[in-house]
DNA sequence: CCATCGCTTCGGTGGCGCGCGAAACAGCGC
DNA sequence: GCGCTGTTTCGCGCGCCACCGAAGCGATGG
């Protein structure tokens, strides 16, 4: 019955640390087995099997099975909107405990310059773009999110975006609203594939997981424009990275 | 620090069921003393005097003293629309947990046709009104949400708005995920005057807090559409309610 | 000035749930 | 077959936190 028991349950799922963890790496998009899920919160295998468990009976997390090992994933999109959400929340209260809006950020500024959240951009990658195509009149407002208009299906299309695959999914492109920026980015099939086609292009690199190493869930989430992305982002896009 | 720890901390808050409930019934917009909180939790006072603290310390909540009562408040429309996107999320995982996608809720299908969140309009008669005001072009995408044309100025300046004092937010206009219906509502100072103007029109009516009584925190957020309103609905914006 | 009311602080109690180690179980390779 | 690895189940300890009653504090009203 979602009533307010399933409102407080699945914000308990989320309020322990190792969980929150645990779906902090996953949204990076991979899915990453429960060994791994361990190590990244720091606890023993037992501990994070029983809060795996509690995922996915809770509709956060799918699992499937391959072999020996048992990948998990978050279960969907909204899942992903939804903890961003509530980390833009939780930025808006730590700025406000501090009575210092947006002071740095100990993890880095790389970590809002650009990121992966669950399959799409986010950082001021993903929200200066999601301004620019809307603001362009690439994309259009729809029920429920957005439409593609004819200019934007040839200059994306032009950048190397499989329209027809992001099409397939179950919502074709939507707002999700930034952790860091506070502004909306796209999310949506047709925010997957834009990810997808920028990493193709190589405009943009996974991190490599140096700093912090395995037990870090941002590494898995940060992601670096490479100094020809940067270039063709301001020519294209108007985005300058250093602002 | 806004991190991991910031992250779990703020899902915290929300998992107990006291503080859940306390702030279910904030998300009907009103300022509610400590008394009334504790009514609406079922728990003593001194039990909601701390959980009141601890949402103040973290920032989801601001109170206001006058006289001998204190007056609690949402912090801000991006707790709200948290709130909703952790009920849409909880919804969505209660489907699944069922297995059969949305089943009648139990707490009245009149919640999911028109309901206040935090000043603005939700369920049906909000996502409706979003897909019908931004479809017929009366609102344009901008930077950070949505922006009104000329058609739109006109039309909504003859529906009673004060499009004045909606310039007058911190956010013009703007998407937030509706619970219920799963796909966006109007939020932002427009927003606001939009659920204002219904409300002044006699379209709109608070709910009469009899079902559950002071007690039941979904009384305080339910809006019920008059006769008359449920006429003009239909016929300026081609909703049907029965649907 | 005292009674009342709303709210908070303080101390003590109880219970939920996170944590681990040990052991059982399943897949895989040799 | 046997060992190795990844994962789950079981049992138990411990710590944190919600909860209440009683008392303290400030404001209101007669």
Chains 1, 2 share one sequence.
Do not use: K, N
Request: hydrophobic letters at 45%.
């Amino acid at each position: 019955m979602p009533t307010l028991a399933g409102f407080a349950a699945t914000a308990a799922l989320i309020a322990d640390p190792a969980r929150s963890a645990m779906l902090h790496a996953l949204l990076g998009g991979e899915a990453l087995t429960a060994g791994e899920l361990a190590r990244i919160a720091g606890v023993a295998p037992p501990t994070a099997s029983a809060h795996l468990a509690q995922l996915v009976a809770g509709g956060l997390v799918v699992v499937h099975q391959q072999g020996r090992h048992r990948y998990h994933r978050l279960a969907s999109e909204e899942v992903a909107a939804a903890l961003e959400s509530l980390g833009c929340l939780a930025a808006l209260s730590d700025a406000a405990a501090v009575s210092r809006p947006r002071r740095p950020w100990p993890h880095g500024e790389a970590f809002r310059t650009a990121r992966l959240c669950y399959d799409h951009l986010a950082g001021r990658i993903g929200v200066g773009l999601h301004a620019r195509i809307t603001g362009a009149g690439w994309l259009a407002p729809a029920p429920g999110g957005w439409r593609l208009t004819e200019a934007g299906t040839e200059r994306l299309a032009a950048l190397g975006l499989d329209l027809d695959a992001a099409r397939q999914a179950r919502r074709f492109a939507c707002d999700c609203m930034d952790w860091s920026e506070r502004r909306p980015h796209l999310a949506g099939g047709l925010g997957r594939e834009l990810a997808q086609a920028l990493l193709r292009r190589g405009w943009l690199r996974r991190a490599a997981p140096q700093c912090g190493g395995e037990g870090d869930p941002f590494a898995r989430r940060r992601l670096t424009p490479t100094p020809e992305g940067a270039r063709a982002l301001r020519e294209s896009f108007g985005l300058d990275l250093a602002a």
